[in-house]
């Protein structure tokens, strides 16, 4: 167990729709990663936050969004679902703001979208 | 084209054989990372080297850092099927955080 919490486990919805993933990161950490991973493109990051302010941004679609909250826990929000969107989506969580320092990965969320 | 290629893509070996997986780049890195995956959970961090040339070892696994910092290898000794998983290399380069593509290792018992 990282410690690093999503909800759900589990989603399901259909092309056009929108969602909302959830992360908690460890205890003490104040950066949230967001990643991507499907059969074709692997393991692709999204975005950072760090302490509420969005850090750095990597291949995510304008269809998606991120916030991280006062609390330190993280939204990723999905909208206008399009099939190629069905992937595992992992939150991960560090200490510092540096990329480079360990992430710690929670158990993922799959989205099917259909 | 992807920034790190990892070889093999697909492994399947016999529990107490020897392997060796890599990964490889035509760019610089300052540092890279090994992440092991396993089947519906996400990476758990293995190492990281940051010296061209290092060698780290982690019990049965080896890791090596290419001299010129562009590229790495993992070795395991004697693999157990406590061992299958998928291996990522990854990398951090300017405030961005790439991943391998990943090789798919199998140790039957």
């Known amino acids: 167990d990282s410690g690093v919490t999503q909800t759900p486990k589990h989603l399901i919805t259909a092309t056009g729709q929108r969602v909302t993933l959830r992360c908690s990161p460890r205890s003490g950490d104040l950066s949230v990663y967001w990643y991507q991973q499907s059969l074709d493109q692997g393991l692709q990051f999204l975005i950072q936050?760090?302490?509420?302010?969005?850090?750095a941004k990597g291949n995510i679609l304008e269809r998606f969004s991120a916030q991280q909250f006062p609390d330190l826990h993280s939204e990723l929000n999905l909208s206008s679902l399009e099939l190629g969107d069905s992937a595992l989506y992992f939150c991960a969580s560090s200490v510092g703001d540096r990329t480079f320092n360990e992430q710690f990965f929670g158990p993922g969320t799959r989205l099917t979208v259909l | 084209t992807q920034l790190l290629e990892q070889s093999p893509q697909f492994l399947s070996i016999q529990e107490g054989e020897n392997l060796t997986v890599y990964c490889n780049s035509s760019s610089v890195f300052s540092s890279l990372q090994w992440y092991r995956q396993e089947p519906g959970e996400g990476p758990v961090l293995l190492v990281t080297?940051?010296?061209?040339?290092e060698v780290k070892k982690l019990k049965r696994l080896t890791f090596q850092f290419g001299d010129a910092r562009k590229d790495s290898s993992l070795h395991i000794t004697a693999a157990q099927p406590g061992d299958t998983g998928l291996y990522l290399c990854a990398v951090t380069t300017g405030n961005q955080f790439y991943f391998g593509t990943g090789t798919s290792l199998t140790v039957i018992p």
């Open positions: 936050y760090y302490n509420g302010e969005e850090r």
């Open positions: 080297v940051v010296t061209g040339g």
